[in-house]
């Protein structure tokens, strides 16, 4: 038995030695690996919403008219706060490529500096996130009608002048002539909130890919904390400055940017189009 | 004594104080872009989102292509800049996106397909 498995490899030549494929390490190319496999789910996810909503085009909700709320005031600003979101992760994307940055000049009190704020970014955006959640499940003050041709009118109470009018979730028309309302009050079902069995936005699946597509992120960023809180307690211990290098900060570097990356087409294929 | 922990091209990275105020600069460059091109598209939403505009018309399709243009152009700015793809080996890029890019292409054209033909379908039976 002369085989390659049982004879004596030369370390230099093996991965641990000095060279490697395409001059990165291991660990930072099996993170590039996970990260493909990773894109090709949410690929996935959002080629999957562009199929359906492509059918459902004549009854799919218009996203500025469901997601207007922000936190202590009734106003009506359509996706400020999902811009917010958007806006923090990209900061907390910012400050961990800052963080990577310190770590190749070994500036050990920077990269904590800078994990830290990354932390800090994270955890909003999942508060941001539960919130809109809880917002989204409850649903609109009065509930919303299901129309005839199968899109959802939204009651809206004017809160001083108590004037009623329905807002098409579908076209933005609005019907403010009251014996219409009174109609549609007898006649349609009014549907409130929305989980997985019933969605006062419109059809079904648009409640179904909210919470899939952006609970699978959601999820993703909890870990990213998680992750991201692990790497700033070693490097606060001096961990990777006993190593020579701080690698493991621009490993999780990647994932964090990868979230970021992720989000951007979330906003747009699920929130602007 | 010899350190065997330490990887060679991890300490390759390292740079000094001057590089790294050049690389900082960049790196506030494409933050600045980034934050822009995102109040733009919020911005463009408000006042010409689905609501307000026909969404059969030539208008909805431009915003939807530059919305599109726009989150490709954000996306390449992340992957090239902050997880520096751009300064990696050549063949590492293009084994990484070539790929990615031909499988979701083909996804998308595939799905897109799909859907108008049940659209169609939907639309000769006088469902919708």
Not at chain 1, 146 to 169: F, Q, Y
Not at chain 2, 50 to 74: E, N, P, Q, R
């Given at each position: 038995?002369?085989?390659?498995?049982?004879?004596?490899i030369d370390n230099?030549?093996?991965?641990?030695?000095?060279r490697?494929p395409?001059?990165?390490s291991y660990g930072?190319m099996?993170?590039?690996f996970f990260?493909?496999?990773?894109a090709?789910?949410?690929?996935g996810?959002?080629?999957?919403?562009?199929?359906q909503?492509?059918?459902?085009e004549?009854?799919w909700p218009?996203t500025?008219s469901?997601f207007?709320?922000f936190p202590g005031?009734?106003a009506h600003?359509?996706?400020i706060?999902?811009?917010f979101?958007?806006?923090?992760?990209?900061?907390?994307?910012?400050?961990?490529?800052l963080a990577?940055?310190?770590?190749?000049?070994m500036?050990?009190k920077s990269?904590?500096k800078?994990?830290?704020?990354t932390?800090?970014?994270?955890?909003?955006?999942?508060?941001?996130?539960?919130?809109e959640?809880?917002?989204f499940i409850?649903?609109?003050?009065f509930?919303?009608y299901?129309m005839?041709d199968?899109?959802?009118a939204r009651?809206d109470?004017d809160?001083?002048?108590?004037a009623?009018s329905l807002v098409n979730?579908?076209?933005?028309d609005?019907?403010?002539?009251?014996?219409?309302i009174?109609h549609?009050?007898?006649?349609n079902t009014?549907?409130?909130g929305?989980?997985l069995?019933r969605?006062?936005?419109?059809?079904?699946l648009?409640?179904?890919?909210?919470?899939?597509?952006?609970g699978f992120?959601?999820?993703h960023?909890?870990?990213g904390v998680i992750?991201n809180?692990l790497?700033?307690i070693?490097?606060a211990?001096g961990?990777?400055?006993?190593?020579?290098?701080?690698e493991?900060v621009?490993k999780?570097?990647l994932?964090?940017?990868?979230?970021?990356?992720v989000w951007v087409?979330?906003f747009?294929?699920?929130?602007?189009i | 004594?010899?350190?065997d922990d330490?990887?060679e091209?991890?300490l390759?990275?390292?740079h000094n104080?001057e590089?790294g105020k050049k690389?900082?600069?960049?790196?506030y460059l494409?933050?600045?872009?980034?934050?822009?091109?995102?109040?733009v598209?919020v911005?463009?939403?408000?006042?010409?989102?689905?609501?307000?505009?026909?969404v059969?018309g030539?208008?909805?399709?431009t915003?939807?292509?530059i919305?599109?243009i726009?989150?490709m152009?954000?996306?390449?700015?992340i992957?090239?800049t902050?997880m520096?793809l751009g300064?990696?080996?050549k063949?590492?890029?293009?084994?990484?996106l070539?790929p990615?890019?031909?499988f979701i292409a083909?996804?998308?054209?595939i799905?897109l397909v799909?859907?108008?033909f049940?659209?169609?379908?939907?639309e000769?039976?006088?469902?919708i």
């Amino acid at each position: 038995m002369a085989g390659e498995a049982t004879q004596q490899i030369d370390n230099s030549v093996l991965w641990g030695g000095g060279r490697s494929p395409f001059s990165v390490s291991y660990g930072k190319m099996m993170m590039w690996f996970f990260l493909i496999s990773d894109a090709l789910t949410f690929g996935g996810f959002l080629t999957a919403l562009g199929f359906q909503r492509h059918h459902l085009e004549d009854v799919w909700p218009v996203t500025e008219s469901i997601f207007y709320h922000f936190p202590g005031t009734h106003a009506h600003l359509p996706l400020i706060y999902v811009a917010f979101m958007t806006f923090i992760l990209i900061i907390s994307s910012v400050t961990m490529v800052l963080a990577v940055e310190a770590g190749h000049r070994m500036d050990q009190k920077s990269v904590v500096k800078w994990m830290a704020l990354t932390v800090i970014g994270g955890a909003i955006f999942l508060g941001s996130q539960a919130w809109e959640w809880n917002t989204f499940i409850n649903g609109s003050e009065f509930g919303a009608y299901e129309m005839a041709d199968g899109t959802m009118a939204r009651l809206d109470v004017d809160h001083t002048t108590h004037a009623e009018s329905l807002v098409n979730l579908h076209s933005g028309d609005v019907i403010t002539d009251q014996s219409i309302i009174e109609h549609v009050k007898e006649n349609n079902t009014l549907v409130k909130g929305a989980n997985l069995e019933r969605n006062e936005y419109g059809p079904q699946l648009y409640a179904n890919f909210f919470f899939f597509v952006t609970g699978f992120h959601g999820t993703h960023v909890l870990s990213g904390v998680i992750i991201n809180l692990l790497i700033l307690i070693r490097s606060a211990q001096g961990w990777y400055e006993k190593r020579g290098h701080y690698e493991m900060v621009e490993k999780v570097g990647l994932y964090w940017h990868f979230i970021d990356l992720v989000w951007v087409f979330v906003f747009t294929f699920f929130y602007l189009i | 004594m010899e350190r065997d922990d330490i990887i060679e091209y991890s300490l390759d990275n390292h740079h000094n104080e001057e590089q790294g105020k050049k690389i900082r600069k960049k790196i506030y460059l494409v933050t600045a872009l980034l934050s822009v091109v995102t109040i733009v598209e919020v911005a463009m939403v408000i006042i010409w989102g689905k609501a307000h505009i026909d969404v059969d018309g030539v208008g909805w399709l431009t915003i939807k292509s530059i919305f599109i243009i726009l989150t490709m152009l954000k996306a390449a700015y992340i992957v090239m800049t902050f997880m520096h793809l751009g300064d990696e080996r050549k063949s590492l890029r293009n084994i990484i996106l070539i790929p990615y890019f031909i499988f979701i292409a083909y996804l998308i054209f595939i799905l897109l397909v799909e859907s108008s033909f049940i659209f169609d379908v939907k639309e000769a039976m006088g469902w919708i």
